[in-house]
């Protein structure tokens, strides 16, 4: 049974850091490896928004409003994904959810359950 489990949120204040993990279980090293992972985040009240994603060659993208100042990133030996959040914007405060999917063209497969960021100005 494929996990996972986001961890590393938290209460920062604005102009700070974090970094997210997303530990994934039930997964082979290789598998992991084959998977496009993405991070989403949600407001109560608004949609789930993509804010980064990672592909199975390690090329990202990102939403236009955390560009330059979030990082994915992946450790398949360790098969977790990550996401680094600098300075930190009172609208950077959500939900934090990591997602991944083995087609790289379909929906998302599996989710975790969220970690919660929240950033005090």
């Known amino acids: 049974q494929v996990q996972l489990v986001e961890s590393g949120g938290g209460l920062v204040q604005a102009g700070g850091s974090l970094r997210l993990s997303c530990a994934t279980s039930?997964?082979?090293?290789?598998?992991?490896?084959?998977?496009?992972m993405a991070w989403f985040r949600q407001v109560p009240g608004k949609e789930r928004e993509l804010v980064a994603a990672?592909?199975?060659?390690?090329?990202?993208n990102y939403v236009d409003s955390v560009q330059d100042r979030f990082t994915i990133s992946r450790d398949n030996t360790k098969s977790t994904l990550y996401l680094r959040i600098n300075s930190l914007k009172p609208e950077d405060t959500a939900v934090y959810y990591c997602?991944?999917?083995?087609?790289?063209?379909?929906?998302?497969?599996?989710w975790g359950p969220g970690t919660q960021v929240t950033v005090s100005s």
């Open positions: 039930g997964l082979t090293f290789s598998s992991f490896a084959w998977y496009s």
């Open positions: 990672i592909s199975r060659k390690d090329f990202s």
């Open positions: 997602a991944i999917k083995n087609d790289p063209f379909g929906r998302y497969d599996y």
